[in-house]
């Protein structure tokens, strides 16, 4: 509820036009070695959603300083992951990158329908995308060009670009704001629990990105990872000794096939063996 609060208001501010203040400051504390890429995330967040998504950021990076284990090089990464996956790639950013470039053709992206419709405030994509399930179009694929070489595809792009007012009450931000929050609490509980697995858990971040249904699996085997491995282990009701190195045997059976049956060999020759050696 918090989150879907601050995200109206955010997103009022922007409507209203007083999101338009300064760049936030970094936050007092943050190591000298992670202040650029903290800076150069913080720009990056304003032209991607604005001031108060950037202070959103900072407020994140807040809770790793001075955290035990948290030295500067996995800080950096921290922050740089942070603010790719913060950044994920939807119509309107881009769109908004498409408006950025010299005139040309652009590129060629694969959307899923219902991932398009989730982009737009949930007031609306909520009975929409029922109706999308209804009729059995969720998966369809929508391919967009994202042209500057006519009046008309410029006018799509600002149309798509503007829809970033509205990003922050979209189902689409409502379920990568989820994920970013679990990824931070896995590495917040990797700290805690098995100090020598929190790289791991940071870098898994990767896994995650693009757009289309290589996106949907990418989520799924993330998840697929988290709930057998990372988070079993740090309940206390599996025993992974090296959970880093489980990690990255899983994720190198990471493959295209939605069905994910490699990686769930993985996984379960992984689970087997964990419960032999009890």
């Not at 903290?38 to 807040?62: E, H, K, N, T, W």
């Not at 500057?148 to 704001?177: I, M, Q």
């Amino acid at each position: 509820m918090a989150g879907f609060i601050e995200a109206i208001r955010a997103t009022l501010a922007e409507w209203m036009g007083e999101d338009g203040r300064a760049a936030p400051f970094l936050p007092e504390g943050l190591p000298e070695a992670v202040r650029a890429t903290a800076s150069d995330a913080v720009f990056m967040l304003i032209d991607y959603q604005g001031p108060s998504y950037a202070q959103l950021y900072l407020d994140r990076l807040r809770r790793f300083i001075g955290r035990r284990g948290v030295g500067d090089e996995l800080f950096i990464d921290i922050a740089r992951l942070l603010a790719q996956r913060m950044c994920y790639e939807d119509v309107i950013r881009l769109a908004q990158l498409a408006l950025q470039q010299p005139p040309g053709p652009g590129e060629v992206k694969t959307f899923r329908l219902d991932e398009l419709v989730s982009t737009l405030p949930e007031v609306i994509s909520g009975q929409a995308l029922e109706l999308v399930g209804w009729a059995g179009l969720s998966r369809r694929k929508v391919r967009l060009r994202f042209s500057t070489t006519s009046w008309f595809a410029v006018r799509r792009l600002k149309l798509e670009a503007s829809l970033r007012r509205w990003r922050l009450l979209s189902p689409r931000y409502a379920k990568e704001r989820a994920l970013v929050e679990r990824w931070l609490h896995m590495i917040d509980r990797a700290l805690t629990k098995q100090p020598a697995a929190a790289a791991a858990i940071v870098q898994t971040a990767t896994m995650i990105h693009g757009c289309g249904e290589p996106l949907r699996q990418r989520q799924a085997d993330w998840c697929l990872i988290i709930d057998s491995l990372a988070k079993p282990c740090f309940d206390g009701v599996l025993e992974l000794p090296d959970l880093a190195a489980a990690i990255a045997q899983a994720r190198a059976a990471v493959t295209p096939d939605p069905q994910r049956r490699a990686l769930q060999r993985c996984v379960a020759e992984i689970l087997a063996t964990a419960a032999a050696a009890r």
